[in-house]
């Protein structure tokens, strides 16, 4: 069927399609950048799923209750900027369509998560959308379980692309999603034949619909531009007939109209130019300039907008009566239980007094033994990891499709799906996710791990046998980049305890966490508890003495973290022996150090004495706590790794890599002259 | 069939089969560490492949027209161990399986690439295997279709376990090896149920069949334990009947005889204990002590080692007659061609005379350009952003399987399996690769990109886009922490250049590696050509002095890489019109800045001058430069992001985030006092 007839079969759904087609194009016009084939293909399919399905209210973006919408295809940003200017959030007015990628609009490239109302998520690195909404139905899933459907009960839809499908992220979400049998996900897949460099068959031979059915999806397809046969496939999958997650393959056209780039990547990554654009309009029949919506459509679409609101305020009058009220609005809200403080404080007087040796990683554990009974908020999992990260506790019960109430996921190997889970889990709200992998996977979750930072999502990575101190399983499993790596991202906590009561600190912090996703990384090795006061908190100041000199000044200033604060305890006693003044600074976080009043640092770091850093990694992120802050080149040493691990037993490769207390008493002495 | 009668039906297979068993389980229990649950369960399979099929003389370990053998579940490297052992690989003495992952030894925990003859590519980080594989199987095809197949003709072989398959590098690779029809890849999947945290169905119900049918693969079962069928399974992939990558599924048993442990997660990945140990030795009927092979059996596996002698001769006198054997022979020494100096030196010439203002990324097309004729082991892709990595010149033509002989892959929007791909198109030997994608999507590749490093391989990543200078599309899309992740990343070279010469002379490093792997930080925006001089590779020095101070001793030095070289450049104009002397240090690569004399990096950054760097990145990579090298606190300044990106125009991103040649002259003067 050609523009003319589709126009004639439906004109009041091609006013309100073509409302948003003319807006995209209008705006990356503008913008002399942007995205304009994706949602000039897509318009159909978004308006029939805005306007039968979608439950929202324009006015209340974050509804509880509301269907979570997600854009994995990012790009194609414009098709959800127009459809919240044009259902009525507030936010989204006509001059931010028009400021579309400019300084200061919350029209950004791609869609971002708290820049923007109404948009769920932060999408653009292709795959993420998808995955993270995985985490979203599970969270449905759970809150559902945990509150009744009266007061959680909706649907996650997804537009993805073929881009989103080819990364390897998308095989372990529908993998994860159809596991768990996640009926409230339907995935919209915009089959437009398209990459950038191309069509799909230049790099892509793979049977979509049979590769979801082989992860237990139901498959259905759709004409992507016929509203009527997007009405029956959409009305089709949001029936949740069998409980399986949904693909539907929307087939479009991508740059639908566009007479000399539309079905070409032409029309994928660049403005339509201004020729182009003027005959779109004459095939489309919309006579209106640019950003101009007539008001007819505009109303239509208005109307949309408003159409949840009766549900709105009936859910809210459930949650009024719910007797549970108080507690479901503290889940929703974020904020820990109060129960967390006292929780922590008693495991830390529990600590000083039995002084146990265990690995952080075992420690995190006996941290979430007490904590998860008091906060119902959490939901833990690893990626197979289980009895090696120590991140399952007797309570918690497995999250399955025959137990939402679980409170444990089975991620499988899927070290980039999980992370991602995770941040939709938190996105949905009512729920605070952590995870467990080793810590050298952090290179396969990397992408989503990202966006828990740039969105500020306080999500918890439990990142074990961080260093060659696990041993035997050799450099492939070893970090000794990856405290570089994190401690290099913006907005990301870096933890490295040295004992329990460290570990019980940093896992207050992460759990108290509104806006900063936390790493711990923990020891597979057993550490002894070195911490001799419980009271403050310590770690959260980043930084702090753990063992004065004996003498008021310090001639040398070990500093470590994790498990190489026993070689910085054990230098020092040798040090102090010699009669050389010794203090140990743990540094369980270089970012919260960072944040201290400079008075407090120099109080921590005097100018003066020698400094060694110890810790069996790279030197990058130590340079400032050697050099800067008051150190100086010719008094500064470290102790760490220059490259690659090994195989070995962990003792024996501390010594071969020369990470011993006599190694840090040796560089002490040398820098001392 | 039980034990027993598996043992009667097949004495010969059963002897060769149980030496692996007895190896794998007495080599983890020697190390009280290790996995022994996947040898014991897929040494069937292996003794049918390496008895019948596998293409190999263990008298010549890196024989070039063999058949690979990737161990993509490398935690089960007792296998291969024994394999070699029993095979007769003069390396792998019964000392080294004696002293499995002990230090010094070359069993380590996972298999290492160039730690032992025998092990085609390291693995452990899981899925990485089956998608090296990939590039292994495309570099046969490649060479194949250059070199004739009397030179280049043999398979490549995968064992894979669930861990592999579930991780989403798998689907990259499987949707990538389908779509380009590769024939002679055989992945024999360990079917075996188990995962570390216990049943396979706890995490995944995925048809792997189906879905690797999906992705245009065949697939063959059978019982992983029956000889007989085995061999049939393997005969049918091997007859490489239709063109398509082939998958095996092998119904295995983990632990296969532990009468306690098989069958469980509990024989996945530690020692199984002395009391277990004696009844799988009853149970095999294998009345050997601890490292006894008998010498009929190891007779057998000797025979089983030389078996390709006659073919490997065959094959060298085929060589010898090929009218092409010297390029051949170069070709597959992984030598450059010697035309790459003098191309590069000319197109620098060229560069100095004409001074363009371009991209560092079109110039990196302009030196492909040229490079690509002269080098004929080169073969290029991107993971879909040709147009924008400028990674395609005109002469490559498309590698497909229609024109084997080009030399240009379109790996999709598959950054992880491009990057194990290449990793693997070294590795097979005879080939150059690189791969295009925007820098931030580094995260995407990191796993593979790590294994380049740990490897050794000295692939070449064109990483585009590489700051906030690609504008509009916003922080999702803009690197602020990737150049610190690369530059903490041991045994990586990582190139920002500032022009067309410096991008030439990175490339001519990169092309001329032989054990490292190199990142090309690449500007969308252009640049001003800003070298003076084409003569000596400064880039090779890491740092140099691009501008000197109008005196002869400056009071201060600005650094910077890339795309802020030019702003550099520009403080400098301004501080020497305020009659500040003032040297501008280019510095294209860190890691090469670091290997230069002490007397050099002095030259370049004496003591005393104000230092100011600027990097649109965060500073964690150069405080080294600026407080160390003789660099003083109250001395050094940075220019740069301390957080994520923003989505505008790059213009305005720079002087948003106060990246700008005003900003380097106040922090100068502020610091000049």
């Known amino acids: 069927m050609d523009i003319a007839a589709r126009r004639k079969a439906d004109p009041a759904h091609w006013g309100l399609a073509t409302a948003i ?65 044009l259902t009525g959030y507030e936010q989204m007015s006509l001059d931010q369509i028009r400021n579309f990628r400019q300084w200061g609009a919350i029209t950004a490239g791609h869609p971002e998560y708290g820049h923007v109302e109404g948009v769920e998520t932060t999408t653009g690195p292709l795959g993420q959308g998808i995955a993270t909404a995985v985490g979203m139905a599970i969270a449905e899933e759970a809150m559902r379980a945990q509150f009744g459907a009266d007061l959680c009960s909706h649907k996650t839809w997804v537009i993805a692309g073929d881009g989103c499908l080819m990364e390897g992220i998308s095989q372990e979400a529908i993998a994860l999603a159809g596991h768990q049998k996640l009926g409230n996900l339907i995935v919209l897949w915009d089959d437009n034949d398209i990459t950038i460099d191309g069509r799909v068959s230049l790099s892509d031979s793979t049977d979509q619909a049979k590769r979801f059915q082989a992860s237990g999806w139901r498959t259905l397809a759709c004409d992507g531009h016929d509203p009527a046969d997007i009405a029956r496939a959409l009305a089709d999958a949001a029936s949740g007939a069998d409980g399986r997650p949904v693909l539907v393959a929307c087939k479009t056209v991508i740059g639908y109209g566009a007479p000399k780039k539309q079905d070409t990547s032409g029309a994928h990554g660049s403005p339509l130019g201004a020729e182009e654009i003027a005959a779109v309009r004459a095939a489309y029949g919309w006579e209106h300039g640019p950003f101009v919506v007539p ?174 101190g696990l041993g035997e399983d050799g450099p492939t499993h070893q970090p000794v980049e990856h405290l570089a790596m994190l401690r290099a991202t913006p907005n990301t906590l870096t933890f490295r305890p040295c004992d329990l009561i460290e570990t019980a600190e940093a896992w207050e912090i992460a759990l108290s966490s509104e806006t900063t996703p936390s790493v711990l990384a923990l020891s597979r090795q057993n550490l002894p508890t070195l911490r001799e006061t419980a009271g403050e908190n310590l770690t959260a100041k980043g930084a702090y003495v753990l063992r004065e000199a004996s003498k008021k000044a310090p001639e040398v200033i070990l500093m470590a973290t994790g498990s190489e604060v026993e070689i910085a305890v054990a230098a020092r006693e040798a040090l102090e022996a010699k009669g050389i003044p010794t203090r ?90």
């Open 21 to 85: 087609r003319a807006l995209a194009m209008d705006a990356v016009e503008a913008a002399n950048s942007g995205h304009p084939g994706m949602p000039m293909g897509m318009a159909d399919v978004a308006t029939v799923l805005f306007r039968d399905h979608l439950k929202f209210d324009a006015a209340a973006p974050n509804w509880f209750n509301r269907d979570r919408f997600v854009l994995s295809a990012g790009h194609g940003s414009m098709l959800i900027y127009a459809l919240l200017h």
């Open 295 to 468: 008001e007819d459509i505009l109303a239509e679409w208005r109307a949309i907008g408003a159409r949840g609101r009766a549900e709105r305020e009936a859910w809210a009058a459930r949650v009024d009566a719910a007797p549970n009220r108080d507690e479901f609005a503290r889940r929703i809200s974020g904020v820990p239980s109060d129960r967390l403080g006292p929780t922590i404080a008693a495991l830390k007087e529990q600590a000083l007094a039995s002084k146990p040796k265990v690995a952080t990683r075992k420690a995190s554990e006996m941290v979430l033994e007490v904590v998860n009974p008091e906060l119902p908020e959490t939901i833990g999992g690893s990626a197979d990891l289980t009895g090696s990260n120590n991140t399952r506790t007797k309570d918690l019960g497995v999250f399955d499709p025959q137990n939402r109430k679980g409170r444990y996921i089975n991620y499988g190997i899927r070290e980039h799906g999980m992370a991602a889970a995770m941040n939709g889990i938190w996105l949905h709200g009512g729920l605070r996710p952590y995870g467990g992998t080793f810590m050298c996977f952090t290179d396969y979750a990397r992408g989503a791990m990202r966006l828990s930072a740039l969105m500020g999502l306080p999500v918890v990575y439990v990142m074990t046998h961080d260093s060659i």
């Open 584 to 673: 140990v600074v743990s540094v369980p976080s270089m970012e919260l150090f960072r944040d201290q009043p400079e008075s407090y640092r120099r109080q921590v770091l005097p100018k003066g004495p020698v400094r060694v850093a110890i810790e069996a990694a790279v030197r990058q992120p130590w340079d400032w706590l050697l050099l800067g802050e008051g150190g100086k080149e010719k008094k500064a040493g470290f102790i760490g790794m220059t490259g690659f691990g090994a195989s070995a037993p962990a003792p024996a490769l501390y010594k071969a890599f020369g990470i011993t207390a006599e190694a840090a008493v040796d560089e002490a002495r040398r820098l001392l002259g």
